[in-house]
C-alpha cells in the first residue's frame, strides 16, 4: 500500500451470473462474445442447472472498468441469455469491512462473565489505576496501533474524506496483521483541522500502543507529527514519510553495493520535496549522504532564499551544500542517484544520459514513475519504482509491520531516527551478494524474514538510543 502499494492498480476480475436458455444459444457464442470485448474468462461455477436453463456465474479478468461497460451490453444483446447481476470481486472483497475483532477467550458462564466485565473486572481497572504502565500487560494496549487519516492524500486520489479513505485504511490494517500479528484499526477523523486532529489522537491514545498516520495531507501532516511525538509517550510515524523514506534507503544499500560507490561520495538529486520527499532526504543525510539537492516546481532549493513553506527553507539550510541552481535537468547533470517523488514523465532519458556512470533511478511516483523503466533499461545501473508491475518494487508494507512489531516489543516511546536506519540495513540484508543484481535490489514485500528481521534490528537500535522502556527476555 507502499504502504503500503500507492498506485491505483486497474486490472481486475468481475464475475457475471448468466440464465442461459440452453435451447437458443450455445455456451460457446458466449465465450467468444466475452473475449470480443476484451474479456479474458478464468472460471466457472454452475449455480442451478434444468432441462432446458441454466444459471452460471463466469469470472472474468478485465484490464480496466471500460471493458466491463462493454461486455455487459455485448451480454445484453445475445439472445438467449439474460444477465442476472455483475458482481466486482474487489467489491465483493470489501462487503461488510475487511476486518473484525475476535474473542481471545468466549464467555461461556457466568463465572466467566464476572471476570471479562463485573464485577470482577474491577480489580483489574484498580491495579491500572495503581500503576498506569500495567495497561501494557493487562489491555489490548500491548499490540495495537491505531491508523489514523483524515482522507485528505489517498493513494492517488487525493483528498476523498474519511468515509471514502476507510477501505485504504481497513487494507493497512490487514497487512499489520498479516506481515508482523500486529492488531491495527482504522480511525478515520471527519476534520481537517490540525489542532482538532492532534486533540482527537491524544484523546485516544491511551488504548493504543502506536499511532500509525496515514494519507495526511503536505505540509499539515508534517506539524501533526512532530507535536505528536513531542506531546504523546507512544511511537508516532508517519508512513507515507518515513515508510517510503525507509524502504528507499534499503534499496540504495543494496543498488550501491551492485555499483560499487559508497554513500559519503555520491551526489543525489531529489525531484519532489513533499513529505515523501523531505523524510527521503533526512534518512539519505543520517545515513552520510554529502551532496544532496531538492528539485521542486521552480528549480533547486538553495539556501539564502525565502520560501513560504516553512519545511523548504529547512531543507535548503541543510542540503545542497554547493548551493547548486538550475531546473531538474540542469542539476541532474553527474549526479549519482535521481530520487523521484513527484510526478509521471518528468525524467526524460537525455536526463538520466546526463548522470555519472551507473546511474541509480528510483522514479517512485503513483501510479505512474518519472520515466518507465524499459525507456532506461539499457543506461541506468539500477531502476526502482513504486508500482508492482515492475522490478525493484519501493513497497512501504516491507517496512512499517515490522518497524511498530520492534517499537511495541520493547515499548519504544518513539520511532527515532536511528530505529528507521535499523530497519533499512535489515531490509537491505535479506538480499545476498549473491543474489543482488540490477533487477532486484529490494526483496519482495512476501518475503518473510523481513519483518522479523526488522523487529530485531529496532528493538535493538532502541534499546541502544534510550528509548525502549522494556527490555525483551533476549536481550537481558
Known sequence: MSEGNKQLITGKSIILRLEIDTNRIRFSDIVSAIADEGGDLVAIDVIQTKQELSIRDLTVNVADT???????????????????????RTFLLHLGGKI?????SPIQNRDDLSRVYTPDVARVCLAIKEDPRKAYSLTIKRNTVAVV????????????GPYAAMPVMEGKAMLFKQFADVDAFPVCLDTQDTEEIIRTI???APAFGGINLEDIASPRCFEIEERLKRELDIPVFHDDQHGTAVVLYAGLISALKLVGKSIDS???VVCGIGAAGIACSKILLAAGVKELIGVDRDGALVSGRNYDNPMWAWYAENTNPNKT?????????????FIGVSAAGLLKREDVLSMAADPIVFAMANPNPEIRPEEIEDIAAVVA???????????????FPGIFRGALDCRATDINEEMKLAAAEAIASVITDEERNKLYVIPSAFNQK?????????????IRTGVARRIPREYR
Open 325 to 337: 541552481t538550475g531546473s531538474l535537468q540542469e542539476v541532474l547533470a553527474g549526479a549519482d542517484v
Open 149 to 160: 487519516s483524515d482522507g485528505t492524500a489517498v493513494l492517488g486520489l487525493g483528498n476523498i
Open 385 to 399: 519504482t513504486g508500482r508492482s508491475d515492475y522490478p525493484n518494487q519501493i513497497n512501504n508494507v516491507l517496512c
Open 202 to 204: 491524544k484523546a485516544i
Open 100 to 104: 473484525e475483532t475476535k474473542l481471545k
Open 450 to 462: 523481513v519483518a522479523k528481521l526488522i523487529r530485531d534490528r529496532v528493538v535493538e537500535a532502541a
Open 266 to 268: 555520491i551526489k543525489v
Open 66 to 88: 471500460l471493458f466491463t461497460s462493454k461486455i455487459v451490453d455485448k451480454i445484453k444483446e445475445l439472445d438467449g441469455v439474460a444477465l442476472v447481476n455483475v458482481s466486482d
